[in-house]
């Protein structure tokens, strides 16, 4: 199989045509088609003579045989083809008793707009024969066929595509600030938006629950929680199928279906005058559920840990040395409700002998076992930072030893072995090592 450049007049109508029967000639075959389509075959020739043939479909054909035979034989694209030879000779509409006279009308006004050499020579795909081009015909018209074949757009999907619907700003809206149950989501994969479109094409509708229609664009100035009430609970209808396209298929059906929500209508009485864009409702709506579960997942995790290190499984530690690989055991068992003094000494062990072995086993410029413990962090982090490791990641890693206020500065640490004032909390602890889990995982690596 190939494709080919083709002139119109090499390309035949396939008599065999299956959405017809017993096609004797291939002006039989023109008639049947330009009878059969219609209008249909109008605006195909209006999309061709405005567009051109679309490059994301090209006719196949099969080469012509028998006695005498030259040129193609299109197995798909008829249509097409019925289109390309009414736009380059309407001549042959004459005599077509079936066809209208608006059809025939239209396709020679058309005829005229019609220039040839926009769209010869034709990119077409040679099938070696019928058999090896029905497969690809099966695809592209007899469904979807399991995802085989050519799978069509929902209601949703169209809208996003075509953009500016206000319908589906709505939806987004609600899914956003509507705390939806998992369930609910689900029943949004297949929602018919064309009844929501029906609901909001109404003015006396969209007045009712406070939006205003601008270029396309729904706006409101209600309060969240005035414009979400209301809004909910028709898109729960409609993706429930408690409201079809029935209840609410004229304007009366419509407004009669506000009036039995009235307790969820917001009160017009709140607007504030200053409009604002559904879209950007629904933006702000979604950055304050991810701030809140950020929140909730780090103190979750902080909160629900109960020893200083996370367990290997949250973070692997690749220390091959026996006594650090024994106090990184220790650490991961360690209660820190009970236990926060021990830990914080234990942590301070840990943190300089990793601080040695890594200056020993990287050998780093300027490192000393002798040094203070704060120059030893501040000269690992200059390393692991010359080494891969981003300013970010490593700025509480320093902050031990610049930052008085850190859970972890060095010398609160050394307060916890020296002074009998000092004493570490529990959270005070997790949250250090939160903060600078990030360089001892590059120190271990």
Known sequence: MASTDAMLDELHLDLQNPRFNGLASQRDALEKIVTNQGIKLVNLAEDVVENGLSPAHRMLVIKARGRGSSGYIVLDGNRRLAALRVLANPSVLDGMTGVGDLTKKKLRQLAKEYVPGDIEPLDVFVCPDESSARHWIEAIHTGENDGRGVVGWDGIATARYRGKNSSLKVLEFVKAAGKLSDDEIASLERFPITNLDRLLGTPEVRERLGLTLEGGDLLSDLPQAELLRPLKKIVTDIASKT?????????????????????????????????EPLDRLAAQATAKAHARGAAKSKVRTLLGRKALIPGQAQLHLNINDQKLEQMVKELRKLPLETYPVAAAAAFRVFLELSLDHYGHAKKVSGYAPDKKLKDKVLTVAAHLEANGASRRDLQQFRAMATNPNAPLNIDRLHGVVHSRFALPTANELRTGWAEVQVAFARIWA
């Open 243 to 275: 409201i079809t396209v029935a209840r609410i298929k004229g304007k009366e059906d419509r407004l009669q279906y506000l009036k039995s929500m009235d307790s969820l209508m917001p009160d017009l009485s709140k607007k504030t005058g200053a409009l």
